[in-house]
């Protein structure tokens, strides 16, 4: 059973300045519909629910400078509880909730100097992740909905043995991401042949979304991998390595182009907020019928 998260948040976010001068992108919020209440969650703690929900129990956040109120959040305040307890319960419930999950948790923060790329990131953890696979969410990556696609990966994860397994949707610009090059394996799982960091001519319109597994394979791939675009070690050289030394390499895909959305622009930001909005009342209306 997969029970390891890893959340990288050590990223600037400059593409969403002047907001993230002070504040850390992971921390901006999203709608959620909780305890019969349309809340607003920080993206953080969205990603932290749907991994808990899934099954995982050890999370390692990966964290940078001016992240400090990431830590904060997961600090559960029980004098502030204990006010909220006196008027309105739903919100006391909510924090509750919160709450509890963290501490049937074990958390670590990791400390990393300065951005030095996602692979980097991942290479952080490699003393401690122990042997097991584990799983590698982006923490500003916005999926709508419950823990299913989670439950979904880890899944596909074990019954095709993978050694490596994420999440690709269809973009009608994929320079701005990885690109995959895949074909059929069954259902709805594919094969991966090919990965490259933002290609200026994508082979492809498969886009990586930043959620995987790995087995420890992945950190020989990354100790070998030479820094990539932006001088940065990229994890995906890091997974073509392992494609090229025949590991098995699969992928699924989100059926929606709005299942998964990388809050990095301040455009993607407005769509994330605008269908978790959209998504919540949706469930408050179908609660009222």
């Not at 349309?38 to 964290?63: A, K």
């Not at 490699?126 to 590698?136: D, E, R, S």
């Not at 299913?148 to 009608?172: P, R």
Request: aromatic residues 10%.
């Amino acid at each position: 059973m997969i029970d390891t998260a890893v959340i990288p948040v050590a990223g600037l976010g400059t593409r969403l300045l002047t907001l993230t001068k002070d504040n850390p992108k992971e921390m901006v919020p999203i709608f959620s519909k909780s305890f019969n209440e349309i809340t607003l969650r920080p993206l953080i703690e969205h990603i932290f629910l749907q991994l808990f929900d899934s099954g995982i129990r050890n999370f390692y956040f990966i964290v940078g400078k001016k992240k400090r109120s990431i830590e904060d959040h997961f600090t559960p305040e029980r004098d502030f509880q204990n006010y909220l307890k006196k008027g309105d319960k739903n919100y006391h419930n909510l924090l509750e909730d919160f709450f509890k999950k963290i501490e049937k948790s074990n958390i670590v923060w990791i400390n990393q100097n300065s951005p030095r790329g996602f692979g980097a990131a991942i290479l952080n953890v490699k003393k401690i992740v122990g042997t097991k696979p584990f799983l590698v969410h982006a923490g500003d990556a916005y999926v709508r909905g419950n823990s299913k696609h989670i439950q979904k990966l880890i899944q596909e994860y074990d019954s095709n043995k993978s050694d490596v397994i994420f999440y690709l949707k269809d973009v009608k610009n994929p320079k701005a991401y990885g690109v995959a090059s895949i074909s059929k394996k069954r259902l709805k799982v594919f094969q991966v042949n090919n990965v490259e960091e933002k290609p200026q001519n994508p082979k492809s319109h498969n886009a990586i979304m930043p959620i995987y597994i790995f087995d420890q394979k992945i950190f020989d791939a990354l100790s070998k991998t030479k820094q990539g675009i932006g001088k940065e070690l990229q994890l995906t050289d890091a997974i073509q390595k392992m494609i090229k030394s025949k590991n098995k390499v699969h992928a699924i895909k989100f059926s929606k182009i709005d299942d998964c959305i990388d809050m990095g622009t301040p455009e993607n930001y407005f769509h994330a907020i605008s269908i978790s909005y959209k998504d919540s009342k949706k469930l408050e209306n179908k609660e009222q019928k």
